[in-house]
């Protein structure tokens, strides 16, 4: 074998594989007891890749600022509606593709490859870049997701629908404002299947500019873990608003009626309030205590720790009116 194949495939091992599982994986026809049957790849050609491979663990989640603050994703799976949002002199236009709307559920691939690309800048790899290769099966893994054959099928439709949204909007990301309608995935491309049946191995995905643009700036912010354990769209995005306008302070309040409209949600102000109603009752929403003033018709948020506490503690002395919903 040659210096440059064992280099290769020194280079591209995963984490814990022996050398005779990665030969056999990157080099079937080369290594011990191969059939001889021609591999679906075709060999590295280029030492420098133009693309950045995603293969850290335990990095910690990362979504980008822009898209918190903004309603990009639709909270309704299906969603053929073209919609667009207006405020504060920030527009946004998004416009399905054959599948729908991008929902709030496949912006996890946003917040995955996010994750990867901030965690390799801090570790100060030079690779990085829009264009980010993947395992399919570590993406469901980090996002809570079944790794049967269903996942891999919704993670398809996923990139389908990222691929098929386009938008238009005049919000800046590192100063720098699209002056062209963009998708939320440029492009994808499968780069290895299973030899057993149809599912995807490995991914290649094309970020658009505005969301590069964002990272490289590092206007992210980190996520809980168990973001990706909720499960209704809706309280996905009340996180992403709760988690932007909190930050470091200990609480956030907000009416109801500012909520709604930041939120993008297509429902009726009256559903949307019970909805708020019904997030307050089981008080899981990571990383936030969450109450609702029926007098003044607004929530605030509550950072969990002893600083939201205290707020919430100076709050109840006051006597400004909380209620929790039973």
């Not at 293969?55 to 073209?82: C, N, Q, V, W, Y």
């Not at 912006?107 to 829009?130: F, H, P, T």
């Not at 149809?198 to 505005?210: G, K």
Request: net charge positive; charged share 30%; glycine share 8%.
């Amino acid at each position: 074998m040659s210096k440059d194949r064992q280099q290769f495939i020194q280079e591209n091992a995963r984490p814990g594989e022996t050398w005779d599982e990665a030969s056999k994986r990157l080099c079937p026809s080369r290594s011990k007891g191969s059939t001889g049957k021609r591999s679906s790849l075709v060999p590295e050609r280029h030492a420098q890749r133009d693309f950045f491979i995603a293969d850290i663990l335990d990095a910690s989640p990362k979504d980008d600022i822009g898209s918190m603050e903004h309603p990009l994703f639709a909270l309704k799976a299906g969603d053929t509606r073209m919609r667009t949002y207006g405020r504060n002199n920030v527009t946004v236009k998004v416009m399905p593709g054959h599948g729908g709307c991008a929902t709030i559920h496949d912006k996890d691939l946003w917040i995955y490859c996010i994750s990867q690309l901030v965690e390799a800048m801090n570790r100060g790899r030079e690779d990085v870049s829009r264009t980010v290769r993947f395992t399919m099966y570590d993406f469901l893994v980090t996002t809570n997701r079944p790794t049967s054959g269903v996942g891999y099928q919704r993670a398809a439709e996923a990139l389908r629908r990222l691929a098929g949204t386009r938008i238009e909007t005049n919000i800046e990301t590192s100063g720098y404002r699209e002056r062209e309608g963009f998708g939320l995935v440029d492009s994808w491309r499968v780069v290895e299947k299973s030899r057993n049946d149809d599912r995807m191995v490995a991914v290649e995905v094309d970020l658009p500019r505005w969301l590069w643009r964002a990272v490289e700036a590092r206007q992210v912010l980190t996520l809980s873990r168990d973001y990706f354990r909720l499960r209704k769209p809706l309280d996905r995005r009340i996180y992403e608003l709760a988690r932007k306008h909190c930050g470091a302070q200990p609480k956030w309040r907000v009416s109801i009626r500012a909520l709604y409209e930041k939120s993008g949600s297509m429902d009726t102000l009256r559903n949307f309030r019970g909805a708020i109603k019904a997030l307050v009752e089981t008080s899981e929403l990571p990383d936030y205590r969450v109450s609702f003033d029926p007098e003044g018709d607004a929530v605030t948020f509550y950072a969990r720790g002893a600083k939201g506490g205290k707020a919430q503690m100076d709050d109840l002395v006051k006597g400004k009116p909380q209620k929790r919903v039973r």
